[in-house]
Nanobody, 121 residues
Framework: QVQVVESGGASVQPGESLRLSCLVTGSIYKIYAITWYRQPRETQSELVAAITEDGHTNYLDSVQGRFTISRDSTRNLGYLQMNSLKPEDTAVYYC???????????????RGQGTQVTVSS
């Protein structure tokens, strides 16, 4: 059974850094896009960063230059390096992975349970 597990969330002070990880477990055929979303308390979810299977990336304007998304396709891992964190980055961060379980299946999205990032002095 395929699962997506995020890790790396923590409570930090403004200006500090964190690296979130997204691990896909289970038997799969291929991973396509990996996308990080975040949901601050009492607000809607927003797309933070995404990376395609060939490495193209895009970012939310407010994190451009501070966050870096990457992937290790050999280990079914995705990462979100977050530098110069601000209080407004506080949210639950979710990893969404578009993948195919078998080569005759269509691609589906799988999302993990999220990891909490809190930035506060």
């Amino acid at each position: 059974q395929v699962q997506v597990v995020e890790s790396g969330g923590a409570s930090v002070q403004p200006g500090e850094s964190l690296r979130l990880s997204c691990l896909v477990t289970g038997s799969i055929y291929k991973i396509y896009a990996i996308t990080w979303y975040r949901q601050p308390r009492e607000t809607q979810s927003e797309l933070v960063a995404a990376i395609t299977e060939d490495g193209h990336t895009n970012y939310l304007d407010s994190v451009q230059g501070r966050f870096t998304i990457s992937r290790d396709s050999t280990r079914n891992l995705g990462y979100l390096q977050m530098n110069s964190l601000k209080p407004e980055d506080t949210a639950v961060y979710y990893c969404n992975v578009a993948l195919r379980v078998t080569d005759w299946d269509v691609a589906y999205d799988y999302r993990g349970q999220g990891t909490q990032v809190t930035v506060s002095s």
